[in-house]
Each structure stands twice: as structure tokens, then as C-alpha cells.
């Protein structure tokens, strides 16, 4: 199957996952007693902030990849797993507002663990990008921007566990305790879960296959410039001669 084609089923998958998600969320799911619809944001913000750090989780093990075997398509890799967890952190951070506004009264609470602990990963991997094209020799830049993948890959996990030690969970926990939730609100879940998945995988894709062309567009250019540089001199040689001969030629007419 070629790659065109891939992703073309990829994305129909991933349109058809996130509808039926959608359905499930507004038609199937109960309508939570205490928060009533607001509580249906839940399952958006809750997949996309277990998809968003999963991603960060992922570009450091694609960057280990990279370190290991020097291959570059690993380095591409990790910054687009990155990349687009950075986006939809955005989208659980603007979800989770809401979210807060709703139940709490305010855009933002600084007193939830969770919700600082999730922003302190955003400004950190924030910084990935400056620091990465700080850096103009590209080797150089690989490397330093896959041994920082690896190191902020290894926080999440370690600020996930710390936070889910030493919390009050003044925050809903959903990670490991779907079993909580009644039937159709755990089923809406995770299928909103793998649709969500589905559409960073889907988006990696689209992602890495525009920077493959983008990059085989100016190495062509690239060739075609030092082509057309190296054929000059040859034309301007070749064309030295002939003048040469009209030169000697207008010379013996004069004589």
C-alpha cells in the first residue's frame, strides 16, 4: 500500500472514530448529576491530556531510536510526536479552563496538582523548539534535541506518578479507573480515547510526509543550483573559442 494511500485510510478511520465518538458523547453517555453537561467535556479534555502525554512519552523513545542508530527519519519522528502533543496540549489546557470555569468558578485554580503539574510539562516542552532551531548545524541540533526528548520524556511519567501520589485528586482520575464509571460513560471513553489516538497518529503522518517532500524539494533545488553553477564555467569555456575564431577571422578581413 503506498503511503498516499495509507494515509488517505487513515484518515477516513479517523473521521469515522471521532464522529461516532462524538455521537456516543452527546446521545449514549448519561448526563452526570452533579455537573450535568458540562461534565461531557470530560471526554475530551481527559483523552486529549492521556493522548498529549503519551505523545511527549513517545517522541523520547523515538529519540532514543535516533541516539542509538544515528538515522535521521528517527530525529523527524520525535520532533513530530512532539510537536504534535504540543498542539493538542494546547487544546487541554483551553478544555480544561472551560472545565474549571464551569465547575469551579474560575479559568484556572492554582491550588489542583494536576492542573499545574500538566502546565509545567507544556512550558517545559514548550522550550524544545526555541532550543532546537537555536542550534544551526544540523547534527549538532539533532542530537542536543533528542538527548532534551529524552530527558523531559522521562519526567512525565515520574511528575504523573508524583502527583497521583501525594494529591487529594481534587481532579477526576480516569487513568486505571474506567471501572469507576458506569458502563456507558466508561465505553464512551475509551472509545474517545482510541479516536483521539487515532487522530495524533493520523496527524504524525500528514506531519512527517509534508517534511519528507518539503526536504526533497529543496535538496532538488539545491542540486539544480550547483548544477546550473557547475555547467556555466563549461559554457563559458566552450564559448571562448568561438570567439576566439570570429576575432582572427575580422582580423585577417581587415588585413
Known amino acids: 500500500m503506498s503511503s498516499s494511500s495509507r494515509l488517505r485510510h487513515l484518515s477516513v478511520a479517523s473521521a469515522l472514530a471521532l464522529t461516532g465518538a462524538l455521537a456516543l458523547v452527546f446521545f449514549y453517555a448519561p448526563t452526570e448529576a452533579d455537573q450535568g453537561f458540562l461534565q461531557k467535556i470530560f471526554y475530551i479534555h481527559v483523552p486529549l ?9 513517545a517522541g523520547g523513545l523515538l529519540a532514543i531510536q535516533h541516539l542509538r542508530t544515528g538515522d535521521s527519519r528517527w530525529d523527524l519522528r520525535s520532533y513530530v510526536a512532539i510537536h504534535m502533543s504540543l498542539i493538542f496540549g494546547v487544546g487541554v489546557l483551553i478544555t480544561g479552563s472551560i472545565w474549571a470555569k464551569g465547575s469551579w468558578g474560575h479559568w484556572w485554580v492554582w491550588d489542583s496538582p494536576t492542573l499545574v503539574s ?9 522550550t524544545y523548539q526555541p532550543l532546537r532551531f537555536s542550534i544551526e548545524d544540523p547534527e549538532r541540533q539533532s542530537r542536543y534535541a533528542s538527548v532534551f526528548a529524552i530527558a523531559a520524556g522521562a519526567f512525565v511519567p515520574m511528575n504523573f506518578v508524583a502527583v497521583r501520589l501525594s494529591t487529594a485528586y481534587v481532579h477526576p482520575r480516569v487513568l486505571g479507573d474506567t471501572s469507576n464509571l458506569p458502563g456507558p460513560m466508561a465505553l464512551t471513553f475509551l472509545i474517545s480515547l482510541g479516536a483521539f489516538a487515532l487522530l495524533f497518529l493520523t496527524l504524525c503522518m500528514y506531519e512527517t510526509a509534508a517534511k519528507r517532500a518539503r526536504a526533497k524539494a529543496r535538496a532538488l533545488k539545491r542540486k539544480l543550483s ?9 559554457r563559458r569555456r566552450s564559448a571562448e573559442p568561438a570567439l576566439g575564431s570570429a576575432t582572427a577571422a575580422n582580423a585577417g578581413g581587415r588585413g
Open 49 to 57: 491530556a492521556i493522548v498529549c502525554l503519551c505523545g511527549f512519552v
Open 118 to 126: 500538566f502546565l509545567i510539562i507544556f512550558l517545559l516542552y514548550a
Open 226 to 234: 550547483a548544477d546550473g553553477a557547475s555547467a556555466a564555467p563549461m
